[in-house]
Each structure stands twice: as C-alpha cells, then as structure tokens.
C-alpha cells in the first residue's frame, strides 16, 4: 500500500513538472535555471581592464563577483 501512494505521488509531481515545462515554453519564458547576473558586456569590460594591467581581484571586486566567476566568465564570452 505504501509503494502504491509512492508511485503515484511521483507520477503526480511528474506531470505537474512536466505540464510546468509546457507551459513555459508555450509562452515563451526561459526554464534553464538561475538567471544570469552579469551581461557579456561587464565581463567584456573587466576582461579589457585586466589588459590595460589592473589586477583582476579588483575589476571582479567592482562589480561584486569573485576573482573564480571572472576567471570563469571571461573564458566563455566571446571577445
């Protein structure tokens, strides 16, 4: 009896996730997770400062993301 309403809660939690998703992309809104909290162009121009010789722990610090996101962000974007 208990696996039986396991089963079924998981199906329900299914369907509602899955009917979220439908939703969602029918309306045109974005599902991916946490939204982004720096632009392309902040990196762009913290990774410009870091090449004009200002030490990068201090362009991340401006803006309020650490030395590791910098580093991590301004090797994805493209420049």
């Known amino acids: 009896m208990l696996f039986t309403t396991l089963a079924a ?5 299914r369907e509602r996730a899955r009917d979220s998703v439908e939703r969602r992309r029918h309306v045109g809104k974005s ?5 982004l909290v720096f632009s392309d162009d902040q990196i762009r121009r913290a990774v410009r400062l870091v090449e004009e010789g200002q030490s990068a722990a201090k362009v991340a610090f401006n803006p309020g993301m650490s030395r590791g996101t910098f580093y991590m962000k301004s090797n994805a974007v493209e420049r």
């Open 9 to 13: 809660l998981t199906q329900t939690e």
């Open 31 to 35: 599902f991916s997770g946490r939204p």
